[in-house]
């Protein structure tokens, strides 16, 4: 399985992104399996910013109401579309994805099998 996040850049506060993570060798699996957003600041952990289990998207705290995570399961893709940013977004921002994980360990780093690469978004003030 590959994933292959793409869309990040230089964007201005209040301005948008969209993020888009395409999967490979996950094949008709895709639709079954849980994907999810982190990002990871320079010098910070990675942090928990949305995901999708099986159409039921859960989102950070602190990007509600901005952040939308979605999937085209035709094109065995995920996408996170980021509105209103803010500098603190500024951060690597990756894509991971599992098949088998309950609800409560959505925000769990640990339980994504497998990453991309992230891709640099950076929201200058």
């Known amino acids: 399985v590959q994933l292959q996040a793409s869309g990040g850049g230089l964007v201005q506060a209040g301005g948008s992104l969209r993020l888009s993570c395409a999967t490979s060798?996950?094949?008709?699996?895709?639709?079954?399996?849980?994907k999810g957003w982190y990002r990871q600041a320079a010098g910070q952990e990675r942090e928990f910013v949305a995901a999708d289990k099986r159409g039921s998207t859960y989102l950070a705290d602190s990007v509600k109401g901005r952040f939308t995570i979605s999937r085209d399961n035709a094109k065995n893709t995920v996408t996170l579309q980021m509105n209103n940013l803010k500098p603190e977004d500024t951060a690597i921002y990756l894509c991971s994805a599992g098949s088998t994980i309950i609800t409560s360990n959505l925000r769990s780093a640990n339980a994504y099998s497998y990453w991309g690469q992230g891709t640099q978004v950076t929201v200058s003030s």
């Open positions: 060798g996950i094949g008709r699996d895709f639709s079954a399996s849980i």
